[in-house]
Every structure is written in C-alpha cells, then in structure tokens.
C-alpha cells in the first residue's frame, strides 16, 4: 500500500502494518514520519526497539536472527533498517524479499531509504515490501508548495502571519526544511504570541536557503528569473564550481534545442519530449519552456551557452558567474528573446 505523509496518522490510528517504507532524501520528513509510527507503535505496546544501518559489510543475518527471536520481556518490538545508498545488494534484497513474505508476527519492521524513483522502485525486493505493508514516499514540497507547507507550519505552532512575511520565509529556507524548521520554533520564542510580519522573519530568520544545480536550472526552465538568479548567487556563494553550474544549463539547452527542433518540423509536442528524453514527470516543464523559447531562441542560446563556456574556462575574457547570470536570464526570459530573433 502507498501512502503520502498527511495519510499515515490515521492509517495509523486505524491500526499498525507489519512493515513501513519511508523513501525520501528529505532527513526532516524521514525522521518525522518515523517519530509518527514511533509514537503509535508505543501505544499499541510496542515498547522494545533496536536499530540497524545496513552499510558496506553489514551482516544480515544478525538482523535474521533479532527477527526471528521472539520478544521475551515485551508484546511486541519495533525494528528500524536504515538503508543510506538504497541498495541494499544481493544478500539484503533476499533477506527483504523473504521478510515481506513473512513478517514476524511480533515485530514491526521500518525500512529508511533514499528517495525510490524509476528502476529502483521497480526491484523485487521494494514491491515485497510494498506488498506487505505501507510505503511513505517522503518527497519534499516543490518552491511553488512551499508556502503552502509553511503556512500549515506556522498555524500548527499556534502563529499568526502576513503574506509578506510567508513569502520572505519562504525565499529564506528554501531548499532546507530542517531550517525552515527550526527558523519556526524560533519564531515561536522571539514573537511571544505576536502577529509574525516581514520585520519579525528578517530579523529573527537567518539565510538558510539550501539549493542545488537541478533546482536552478528548473526555475530557469520555468521562467522564473528572480528565483533563478537567486539560487545562482547561493550557488557561487557556496563555491559550486562553475562547469558545472553552466553544465546544468547546457543539459537543459541541448534538450530544448531537440524539442523547439521536431515540433518545429510538424512533430506533435508530446512525441518531441519523449524522443527527447524527457521524464513524464518534467514533460510540462520542459514543454512549457520549449514553446516560451521556440527555435531561433534555442539556438540562440547554445551560441550564448559556448561563449560562456570559453569564459568559464579562462579562454576568452570576462567574469564567469556574469556570463552564467546572463545566460540564465536569458533562458528564464525566453520569450523575449523569441521575440527579437523572430
């Protein structure tokens, strides 16, 4: 059975399976949603508990054995295998696949993964598990969901707040929700019941924001030029190497360019996305990007893409993060650029 993480309480509540899978590369959501069956294991009378990491040379039939054992001194015992790579090998992947196909029947078992995406959802080993008990895809909230997950943040820890100040909330712990949490708890403190407004974030939330190259090159993708130039002077501050920043783009620009090219032909715009490449789940993305940029644009911008690169690698003169911010606005601001190579 799958479940998102607003589901879980009240399958828990509605009684405990005897194996949960939380995948996610969010720490914040995975400890969580543990803490949520922790709790409810605690009050079924769950009251033992033992911990395995699974890493290079772990043996598993130690884990058998601990499985195996009945309980002496409680009703029941919660188990938690923390997988850190996913892969948990020949050895684990039979060890996983027999223990969903017979679950001890006093012992709750809690399987951590890293996000399961693709081929690795499809292993024997996950859809056992899947089988057998409940899986918690943890994924965290996009930049446009953020709000949204802030705002149900705050009213839960009992403050009130002005949309500015979600907003400016938001642009400082994106990409970061153990942040964002924290930044919460403090606000709690510091506003003593107080309304929370933009002077009260700025002075009490620092910068935590977290990013990465694939969340820049998307929000340049999307059009959005504030974020993405936002992200890019994180990106520089944090000294992420330039290549592959302007990698990102270039990734994104050949796929554009293959797209704007056979839908340029006649070909129907879903079909030039999966001749592309394009995973389902960024087909709109990139679709919408495609039709913002056209043709003349994406090529336009592979020209403006290989100045960069000489800049970046010292061939030609200039500031390499100033020839990555234009290329960037370049791309968020398609449609202008459409328009004047028309």
């Excluded at 390499?320 to 004047?340: D, Y």
Aim: aromatic fraction near 4%.
């Amino acid at each position: 059975m799958r479940l998102n993480l607003r589901q879980l309480p009240a399958k828990l509540r509605a009684g405990l399976a005897p194996i949960y899978l939380l995948s996610g590369d969010e720490p914040l959501l995975v400890e969580e949603a543990l803490d949520t069956i922790r709790d409810a294991a605690r009050k079924a009378g769950c009251t033992g508990r033992e911990r395995y990491v699974a890493e290079r040379g772990f043996d598993w039939d130690v884990l058998q054995r601990s499985l195996d054992n009945l309980s002496l001194f409680a009703e029941s015992q919660l188990v938690e295998l923390r997988l850190p790579t996913g892969k948990p090998g020949d050895a684990g992947a039979r060890h996983l696949t027999a223990l969903a196909a017979d679950p001890p029947p006093d012992k709750i078992v809690v399987v951590m993964t890293p996000a399961l995406t693709g081929r690795a959802a499809q292993a024997k080993w996950v859809k056992s598990l899947v089988g057998a008990g409940v899986w918690v895809p943890l994924r965290p909230p996009e930049a446009s969901e953020l709000p949204a997950w802030l705002a149900g943040r705050l009213r839960a820890a009992g403050l009130e707040y002005d949309a500015p100040a979600l907003e400016l909330l938001a642009a400082r712990v994106e990409g970061n929700l153990l942040a964002a949490k924290q930044e919460i708890d403090k606000l709690v403190l510091l506003t003593a019941g107080e309304r929370v407004d933009v002077d009260a974030v700025r002075a009490a939330v620092a910068d935590g924001a977290r990013y990465d190259v694939f969340q820049f090159a998307d929000a340049a993708l999307a059009g959005d030029g504030p974020r993405a130039t936002r992200i890019l002077r994180h990106l520089e501050q944090e000294g992420v190497a330039a290549t592959l920043v302007l990698w990102s783009l270039v990734r994104e620009l050949m796929t554009l360019s293959t797209v704007t090219l056979r839908a340029g032909h006649g070909e129907p715009l879903a079909r030039a996305l999966s001749a592309a490449g394009v995973w389902s789940q960024r087909e709109s993305l990139v679709g919408r990007a495609a039709r913002r940029v056209g043709v003349a644009g994406a090529r336009r911008l592979l020209h403006q893409a290989a100045a960069a690169d000489r800049i970046v690698k010292g061939a030609r003169p200039g500031l390499p993060w100033n020839a990555l911010l234009e290329l960037t606005l370049g791309l968020a601001g398609g449609a202008a650029l459409q328009a004047e190579t028309a």
